[in-house]
């Protein structure tokens, strides 16, 4: 009895030990994709395309108030994305799996792309798939925040 108590004991021990090592693990990936989310978002407004190109993925696609749009395309016009401000705030990650996350934020900011103003704030979100060892972005949305509604009128 004493022998299955105390191998009951390890084996809740080494069980706890695995789920916190995993939470652990879990949290260090979440940061690594944050902080990606913002060195890709640098990038963009660095025209750093080796960054940028290091850290989503060759298939990647993004969708916005324009449309879908394939990275390689994306990429051929990042010259044409004038940011002069950026913040990015409230991030977030959600897991789909072990080897797919969903960062989420809101990104306030301001500037062109291919002379057109870009919201001031929008909704965003990446979802990042673990791919031979290495974290990419596969898939980049934006919406933007829409405006707050008029006051209402006294009666």
């Known amino acids: 009895m004493r022998g299955r108590l105390a191998a009951a004991a390890v084996l809740t021990l080494g069980c706890g030990a695995a789920v916190f090592a995993q939470a652990g693990s879990k949290a260090a990936i979440e940061k690594t ?6 060195k890709i978002s640098e ?5 750093d395309v080796k960054t940028f190109t290091d850290l989503v993925a060759s298939d990647a696609v993004s969708a916005d108030a324009n449309g879908f749009m394939k990275v390689a395309d994306f990429v051929k ?5 004038k940011i002069a401000s950026q913040h990015m705030m409230d991030m977030q990650v ?3 799996d072990d080897k797919t996350a969903i960062v989420r934020y809101t990104w306030m900011g301001s500037g062109t ?5 870009i919201p001031p704030a ?18 980049h949305q934006e919406t ?3 405006p707050p509604p008029p006051p209402a009128k006294k009666k």
Not at 43 to 47: D, E, G, I
Not at 113 to 117: I, P
């Open 144 to 146: 933007p925040m829409a």
């Open 77 to 81: 016009s990042m010259e044409q994305m």
């Open 33 to 38: 994709l944050m902080t990606n989310e913002n």
């Open 43 to 47: 990038a963009v407004a660095k025209h």
């Open 94 to 96: 959600t897991w789909v």
């Open 113 to 117: 792309y291919m002379g057109q103003a």
């Open 122 to 139: 929008t909704y965003a979100s990446t979802v990042w798939s673990e791919r031979n060892g290495k974290w990419v972005a596969v898939f």
